[in-house]
Structures are given as structure tokens and as C-alpha cells.
């Protein structure tokens, strides 16, 4: 693993990405559509600011030189646009998921 020089900070954002994306895929009886949504841009600007934070590292850690880092800073924001972690839904998406149960149960429901 390169960088150090800020202590990895850009790996701490793995284990908050994926229990926001739990929440917006298990979550769905729990939130109103709109609250999904906001998880939705969470999980988009803590992805960039894992982009940003990473290329920063690396950096300033000596293992990319300022050519290396813009060059590589674009590809990876180019590659998060293309390819997102999370599939993207609009209101009308998370309001026919909230009336649709088959993908998620409701921990309510198990403690019966």
C-alpha cells in the first residue's frame, strides 16, 4: 500500500461507504424516499473526497509526482462518474422500492 504521509486516511472511508449503502439498499421501510436520497449524495461525496484524500496521500508521500497525481486524480473521478458504487435512483425509483418488500425484510418482522 503507498502513501502514509496522512496516515491512510482515505481507507477509513470504506467501512462508512458500505454501511451507507446497506442502510439505502436494507434501510428502505425506515427512511422517508427523501432521506434515501440524501444517503445517496453522502455515499457521492465521500466516495470524492476518498478520491481526493488518496491522490493527495500519495502525494505527498512521494509515490505519484504532480504530472502522475493530476493524470491519475482524473482518471479516477472519470471512472467513479462512469461506474458509481451505488446504483443511482431517482424519487419515483425509491418510491416503487418502498411498496416493493421481495429484496429486503424488516427486523420487526423477525422478532416475532
Known amino acids: 500500500m503507498s ?3 496522512l496516515y491512510y486516511f482515505y481507507s ?3 467501512e462508512l461507504l458500505e454501511k451507507i449503502l446497506k442502510e439505502i ?3 428502505k421501510n425506515k427512511w422517508t424516499p427523501e432521506t434515501l436520497l440524501e444517503f445517496q449524495n453522502a455515499v457521492n ?3 470524492l473526497a476518498q478520491i481526493y484524500s488518496r491522490r493527495v496521500e500519495w502525494l505527498l508521500s512521494g509515490n505519484d509526482g504532480e ?3 493530476i493524470k491519475r486524480l482524473k482518471e479516477e473521478l472519470e471512472e467513479n462518474r462512469k461506474n458509481p458504487e451505488w446504483e443511482e ?3 419515483k425509483s425509491y418510491e416503487k422500492r418502498l411498496t416493493d418488500t421481495s429484496d429486503c425484510y424488516d427486523f420487526e418482522e423477525i422478532k416475532q
Open 3 to 5: 502513501g502514509g504521509n
Open 12 to 14: 477509513r472511508f470504506d
Open 25 to 27: 439498499k436494507w434501510g
Open 45 to 47: 461525496y465521500l466516495k
Open 67 to 69: 504530472d502522475s497525481f
Open 89 to 91: 435512483i431517482d424519487r
